[in-house]
């Protein structure tokens, strides 16, 4: 007889024969009569998803005092507006992200918001890199001062004390015409050269680690006046940190505004009022949660391409240079051999010893009574009798 073959089982028969569905022939053949007819096309109820990545130099940049950052979706009017960083409502900001979710670019889009901003005044920022160079691009710039590696405690130590000076210098003569912002400021005296100071610190765990329950304790205590004394003054500052529990009490009173991009732990949303269904582990770099509302960063040259990025911060850095933009003043570091025949012969009447670390100038001595010379072997004892010798002996009338 004739071989068996087993039939096809009813689900297999119908995947066989799938073809359009009744709602599929009906959207396409509405879709052709109204073309055929010339429909205009309705009004979308809804906006595009926001995207992966916008340039930061097509945003509406107006002034230092509010810097672009990048784009927020308003779903609740089917719009969008433009994410900015109000320094003088606003004081200081912290981003929240782990890893590869864009907090060195939230803070290099700051800084390059400030060299971009027409109008205004000058700003000035410096960077204190704690990361794994996020903030190396932005050197070179005119408006950066200096970007300043973690391991570097001299010039961290010496920014610090340049801050402090700024914020007390100010406060002062700001209180004498009754400016409650560098805004105000440069308004009612005209000073419009009055320069806002940004502070970007990329990496808050290490900074803490190094500089909170350590021996360079007072220096975090300095970095937390400056940052509860800076806004009234425009002296503002910028952190990073992988997690909102990184962030201390005693510093987060001080930090107003708050980005949230990705985090590793989804509990984490909730110490920061951010629903845990907005942002996940498919979120592009740079898309967070910014006063309730969902917002993409901008990057400048509009491409997630970090050499991409890098040729337009170089061409940016062409413009401000060809604007005659004044440079900022670096944060130098002390050198390590000072020849004693380029210093100045005295030092307010008295005989040059060499430079100071806090203002790197020269500093003299009195030539009177006794004067003591300590330190280990090989820490340069008899090289310091011997300048003070000569130094003296240059001075003489």
């Not at 130590?157 to 000076?165: M, P, S």
Request: with cysteine; charged share 25%; proline share 8%.
């Amino acid at each position: 007889g004739e071989a068996w073959e087993p039939r096809a089982a009813p689900e297999q028969d119908a995947r066989a024969d799938d073809g359009p569905a009744d709602i599929s022939r009906l959207v396409d053949a509405v879709a052709r009569a109204a073309q055929r007819a010339g429909v205009p096309a309705p009004r979308r109820p809804w906006q595009d998803e926001l995207s992966a990545v916008y340039d930061l130099s097509k945003l509406h940049q107006r002034t230092d005092a509010e810097l672009a950052l990048g784009v927020s979706d308003l779903p609740h009017e089917q719009d969008r507006s433009q994410a900015a960083f109000r320094p003088d409502v606003d004081g200081n900001m912290v981003v929240f992200g782990t890893g590869r979710s864009g907090k060195s670019t939230v803070l290099r889009t700051v800084a390059l918001a400030a060299g971009i901003a027409p109008r205004g005044g000058p700003c000035h920022v410096y960077g204190l890199d704690f990361g794994a160079g996020g903030l190396a691009m932005l050197e070179g710039l005119p408006h950066v001062g200096s970007v300043i590696s973690g391991d570097d405690h001299e010039r961290i130590a010496r920014l610090l004390r340049r801050l402090r000076h700024t914020v007390d210098e100010r406060a002062l003569r700001y209180a004498r015409v009754r400016a409650a912002s560098i805004s105000e400021y440069r308004q009612i005296t005209g000073a419009d050269d009055e320069p806002r100071i940004l502070v970007l610190l990329d990496g808050l765990a290490a900074f803490l680690q190094e500089y909170e329950f350590t021996p360079r304790g007072p220096w975090f205590q300095l970095f937390q006046q400056i940052a509860a004394d800076g806004r009234q003054v425009g002296v503002h500052v910028v952190l990073s940190a992988d997690r909102p529990g990184t962030l201390p009490s005693s510093l987060g009173a001080s930090v107003q505004r708050r980005l949230v991009l990705r985090l590793a732990d989804p509990g984490d949303y909730a110490l920061v009022g951010v629903d845990d269904d907005v942002l996940d582990p498919t979120s592009p770099p740079g898309r967070g949660v910014m006063d309730g509302l969902e917002v993409q960063v901008a990057v400048l040259g509009g491409s997630s391409n970090v050499a991409e990025q890098a040729r337009a911060v170089s061409m940016l850095r062409e413009s401000i240079e060809r604007a005659g933009v004044l440079p900022a003043p670096p944060v130098e570091r002390l050198p390590e051999r000072v020849p004693l025949q380029g210093q100045p012969v005295r030092v307010d009447g008295r005989p040059t010893l060499g430079l100071s670390d806090e203002t790197l100038g020269p500093v003299g001595f009195d030539p009177h009574g006794t004067f003591l010379i300590a330190g280990p072997p090989g820490s340069g004892r008899t090289t310091a009798l011997g300048s003070i010798v000569a130094s003296h002996c240059r001075a003489a009338p």
